[in-house]
């Protein structure tokens, strides 16, 4: 019963009150979203241009140096924890060479480089994970790709190496790459939870901790519906673009 | 047992087991309690003398190999005694995450009727990232260690029944189990006298990654001050002191750091090493 009027209010878009911070969870996620926004999408962006590219060259030159190299990397950026990366980073990037600021965030509105310069850092910290989860996966589907016959056809027509590469290696190891990309979400929303406390961003991660500190169980609530719910949502937009990366699928 | 010729089982085994030695003998590896403190001796570098108060009030002089926090507490002594605690939760947790995982998905690939329900759960489970669930329980129940680790090992669970269920549905269509239904074996014998002696091998891959998943996992609940409670000496606990004064005395989150990510990737390692010698079909994929 108690959990059909929770679900009820939850569809008129109620998600309750908070205990700690005295407003509804909705307005507090929707304050909190931004940050975290903006840090997520930073780091698909850098992970996803960084690790394809990786990818391909690792498979291009599979069982070499480089490949042996970036499957090392692959393994160490699973093991090193997220906080002991950003501690290292924090060292390294601001207090020995005072690049970069050590924590805090800026809106987005207020000063833009300032904003970029704040986010730099946390999308470094929290993409490499996430870099070495696509790069291999990317490795071994276009590792895949490039042991079919119409790779060894397209490179007998004299095709440059890259278009090769590009074209027909990629282009058939997109679907694998896409799902990739969706399952390591999960991955990112558990490292936004982390990162955002070491580099004190205030948005959802943050909230997550300090929620359950406060042990304010609406917001708890809240947070890991929005968070499940977006990760659900962006597999499900990554299934149907598989229509468009595949021309074979249809639904 | 022989000795696996793959160098990866080699190395990732060997620093496991030195581990073990220094978790098994921490106490006589010149550490003091991990829990005393010394007002005198606080935030003391790597490599400094300085004095502790023992409970029986008693001062000792102790050289401090990795420094003091700033309660004056000695690093060294709370790292070894922080292996103690990771092992036993990388271990316990995936255990407990095989053990309930496998039951799950035997019943769930040989009783065909509990499959539907069963496998939706799980979907359930799965569509909530791991970390959340893990700080979400421990919230709900507060933590020790039981807690923590059954915290860990609940969102590990369905990967282990989809794992057990695939295998179980590719084995109970191999000609020696239909053998074993024409004889009459009772359903319970053939699941777990003959279907789950052959899925032993990726089991003990999986495992190995849920522990080093779980080893990870525990340190960022410390580490984020929702997981063991402070006054239990592991690595994130030490490090989300440490962090504090991160600017002026590094070394309070480098050495367990360093000690961390060594041991998740010593578990790593060994996992891929046994991937690759248990089943070599599986190495040429990801």
């Known amino acids: ?251 | 047992m022989r000795i696996p010729q793959n160098w990866s089982v080699r190395i990732g085994a060997s620093v496991l087991a030195l581990l073990l030695v220094l978790a098994v003998l921490a106490p006589w590896l010149g550490t003091v309690d991990p829990t005393l403190f010394d007002a005198a001796s606080r935030d003391l570098r790597p490599g400094e003398s300085g004095e502790i108060l023992t409970l029986e009030g008693e001062t000792l002089r102790h050289t401090f190999l990795m420094g003091s926090d700033s309660f004056g507490r000695d690093i060294y002594s709370r790292v070894l005694y922080g292996t103690r605690v990771s092992l036993a939760v990388g271990i316990a947790s995936a255990a407990a995450a095989l053990a309930i995982g496998v039951v799950l998905g035997l019943l769930a690939g040989y009783l065909r009727w509990l499959d539907g329900p069963l496998m939706r759960v799980m979907d359930g489970i799965m569509a909530i990232p791991a970390v959340l669930i893990a700080i979400a329980l421990v919230a709900l129940w507060r933590a020790s260690l039981p807690t923590v680790i059954v915290a860990i090992a609940i969102p590990e669970i369905p990967r282990v029944t989809r794992l057990v269920r695939a295998l179980v549905l590719s084995i109970r269509e191999e000609p020696y189990v239909e053998a074993a239904v024409a004889l009459g074996t009772p359903a319970g014998k053939i699941m777990f006298g003959h279907i789950l002696p052959n899925t032993v091998a990726p089991l003990l891959v999986q495992g190995t990654y849920i522990c080093a998943f779980a080893i990870l996992l525990e340190s960022i609940l410390s580490f984020l001050g929702v997981g063991l409670p402070p006054d239990i000496p592991t690595w994130g606990n030490i490090m989300a002191e440490g962090r504090v004064q991160f600017v002026a005395y590094p070394h309070n989150v480098f050495f367990p750091g360093v000690f961390l990510a060594a041991t998740v990737l010593a578990v790593n390692i060994l996992g891929d090493g046994l991937r690759d010698t248990l089943d070599p079909k599986m190495a040429k994929r990801v």
């Open chain 1, 1 to 251: 019963m108690q959990f059909a009027i929770w679900m009820g209010q939850l569809l008129s878009g109620d998600l309750g009150q908070s205990y700690y911070f005295r407003i509804d969870v909705a307005t507090l996620i929707a304050q909190r979203l931004e940050p975290t926004f903006a840090l997520a999408a930073l780091t698909i962006l850098v992970a996803v241009l960084v690790s394809i590219p990786l990818g391909v060259l690792a498979a291009w030159r599979f069982g070499g140096w480089f490949d042996r190299a970036l499957m090392g990397f692959s393994v160490m950026g699973f093991s090193v924890p997220v906080f002991v990366l950003a501690y290292l980073l924090i060292w390294l990037m601001s207090l020995k060479l005072g690049w970069l600021p050590v924590q805090g965030y800026v809106r987005f509105s207020e000063d833009f480089l300032l904003f970029l310069k704040h986010l730099i850092l946390p999308s470094i910290t929290l993409s490499v994970i996430y870099i070495a989860l696509i790069a291999r996966v990317t490795r071994a589907s276009v590792l895949e790709a490039l042991g079919e016959d119409y790779i060894r056809t397209a490179r007998a027509k004299g095709l440059p190496e890259l278009r090769v590469l590009v074209r027909h290696a990629l282009a058939n190891a997109a679907v694998p790459i896409a799902t990739v990309i969706g399952i390591g979400i999960a991955l990112l929303i558990g490292g936004v939870v982390v990162t955002e406390s070491v580099y004190a961003i205030p948005g959802l991660g943050r909230l997550t901790v300090d929620a359950v500190l406060a042990r304010d169980f609406p917001t708890i609530q809240g947070v890991i519906l929005f968070f499940s719910f977006v990760y659900v949502a962006i597999n499900l937009l990554i299934d149907v673009s598989y229509v468009f990366l595949d021309p074979r699928i249809r639904y």
